[in-house]
Structure formats: C-alpha cells, structure tokens
C-alpha cells in the first residue's frame, strides 16, 4: 500500500473517530464469511457502521488525538474491527445478542459518552447504559408524576365537596 494511501485512512479514521461520540473496538477474527455477513447487516439495521482496519493505522490515527486514546494502544493486536453508533448501547446489545450464536466478537474497548471502557467484561455495563432518549423519556415520566397526583387530589376533592354540599343543601 502506498504511503498515500495509508496517509488518507488514517485521516479518514481520525476524522470518523473525531465525529464519533461513541465507537467500539471489536475482535471479529475467525468468523466465517456467513456470521461476518450476518454481523454487518445486523449493524447496518442497527446504524452501526463496522470497519475492519489495520491495527498500525489505527494506532496512527488515535495518536492524532495527543494522549485521549492511549489506553486503546495496548489492545491493537489481532484483527481489530471499529464499531461507530449515535447511540451509547446498541454497539454492546448487538455483541451480546449475536455471541448467543458465536464465541465473536469479543469486546476490545469502547468510548462512550466521554468514558473509556476496557475488556469484554465491560459489555453488560454497556448494554444496560441508557440512550439520551431513554433518559428524557424517564425524566418527563418522572416530571408528570406530581402533576398526576395534584389532578387526582383535585378531581377527588371536587366529588367530596359536591357530596358535602348536597347533605348540606338536604338537612335544611
């Protein structure tokens, strides 16, 4: 390969890890073409965006970001696939759902919300993270709650008022 083109991967990995809020390195390594080609339609349904890259590449690529990656170093052996997601936990839930049927892949490390989380015991950590969506839909449940309660004291008063002052009107 030439130093050219070695020189425009590394760019376009440093620009897709830059733009990347949350991305997993993954070990996909003897998978048989049948389970790669389930992996990656299962992450393009997902949005996920998997890329096989070379170990020394990527290495080339992290160093660009001046020390925020150098945990991942140490883990750039074997094959090393990147998974890119707008969403923290779909990478890991998808790991875990397809190792019900394969021993691969295998968590290297993932970043995730600012966080950087290394070895495949990490995955259930990960998979139980909430999506930012997930969040608000728990708060703005959490938000309703009291004004439930106050309509409901309210509608519940209003029929023991109107029962007060139905005996109150029929003793006179």
């Given at each position: 390969?030439?130093?050219?083109?070695?020189?425009?991967?590394i760019?376009?990995?440093?620009?897709s890890i830059?733009?990347?809020k949350?991305?997993?390195?993954?070990?996909?390594?003897?998978?048989?073409?049948?389970?790669?080609?389930?992996?990656?339609?299962?992450?393009?349904?997902?949005e996920?965006q998997?890329?096989?890259?070379k170990?020394?590449?990527?290495r080339?690529?992290?160093?660009?970001?001046?020390?925020?990656f150098?945990?991942?170093?140490?883990?750039?052996?074997?094959?090393?696939?990147?998974?890119?997601?707008?969403?923290?936990?779909?990478?890991?839930?998808?790991?875990?759902?397809?190792?019900?049927?394969?021993?691969?892949?295998?968590l290297?490390?993932?970043?995730?919300?600012?966080?950087?989380?290394?070895?495949?015991?990490?995955?259930?950590?990960?998979?139980?993270?909430?999506?930012?969506?997930?969040l608000?839909g728990?708060?703005?449940?959490?938000?309703?709650?009291?004004?439930r309660?106050?309509l409901?004291?309210?509608?519940?008063?209003?029929?023991?008022?109107?029962?007060?002052?139905?005996?109150?009107?029929?003793?006179e």
């Amino acid at each position: 390969m030439k130093r050219e083109d070695k020189n425009t991967i590394i760019d376009n990995l440093k620009e897709s890890i830059g733009n990347s809020k949350h991305f997993y390195l993954a070990d996909i390594s003897n998978l048989d073409a049948e389970s790669t080609s389930k992996l990656r339609r299962a992450c393009f349904e997902k949005e996920i965006q998997l890329v096989v890259v070379k170990n020394t590449l990527l290495r080339k690529a992290l160093e660009k970001f001046e020390g925020k990656f150098e945990e991942f170093y140490s883990l750039l052996n074997n094959s090393t696939s990147i998974m890119f997601s707008q969403v923290a936990n779909i990478p890991a839930k998808l790991i875990k759902e397809f190792r019900k049927t394969s021993e691969k892949p295998i968590l290297k490390a993932a970043y995730v919300e600012e966080s950087i989380y290394i070895g495949d015991d990490q995955l259930d950590a990960l998979s139980s993270i909430k999506s930012k969506e997930e969040l608000l839909g728990d708060l703005i449940l959490l938000l309703q709650s009291p004004a439930r309660n106050v309509l409901s004291a309210l509608q519940s008063g209003n029929s023991k008022l109107a029962g007060i002052v139905k005996t109150l009107s029929e003793k006179e």
